[in-house]
């Protein structure tokens, strides 16, 4: 396509606002000058989508002790949501409890893989595009050895949360 790049990307990206505007209907793109051959291109393999669960380890804390029973989080199945994206896969199951939902936690920094749970009890697990700090209480951060395996979960899949060690009462 005909479009000026933004750092190297044709795309918009939505978090930051940075890139080419975003299409809207009626929009036309320039596609550039004909080709005199079409050219091929090699696809990367796409990983066989499993109907299995998909079993993810996940290291207790820092805010596990804010739950009723944060053991819930590993006693039931998750269904990953159609409203999942790069900043988070939001989870569908059994919503877990806070102890005093009328407690606030600051913003502090979160990382990739970190298990957030906001005031509706549905689980999010932050993703490659997710903001360096969070609001909502960490029951859990997924294993630097799952965490790209949480990446490729598909909506309409179950997950399947296990401690990877045990917790600290």
Known sequence: MSVAPVMGSRSFDIMSGIGP????????LPIGPRSPSFPEVEQAPVATISDDVVELKVVP???????????????????????????????IGKPLELRDPARQLPSEGVVR???????????????PDHPVTGGYPVIGVITDHDVDLAAQ?????????????????
């Open 21 to 28: 505007k975003p299409l809207r209907a009626g929009d036309r």
């Open 61 to 91: 804390g820092p805010r596990d002790d804010w739950f009723t029973d944060p053991d819930a989080l590993i006693h039931g199945n998750w269904i990953v949501s159609d409203r999942s994206d790069r900043v988070g896969t939001r989870l």
């Open 113 to 127: 893989g970190a298990i957030q749970v906001p005031p509706g009890g549905q689980p999010v697990i932050l993703g």
């Open 153 to 169: 979960v598909r909506p309409g899949q179950t997950v399947r949360f296990s401690w990877s060690r045990p917790r600290m009462s």
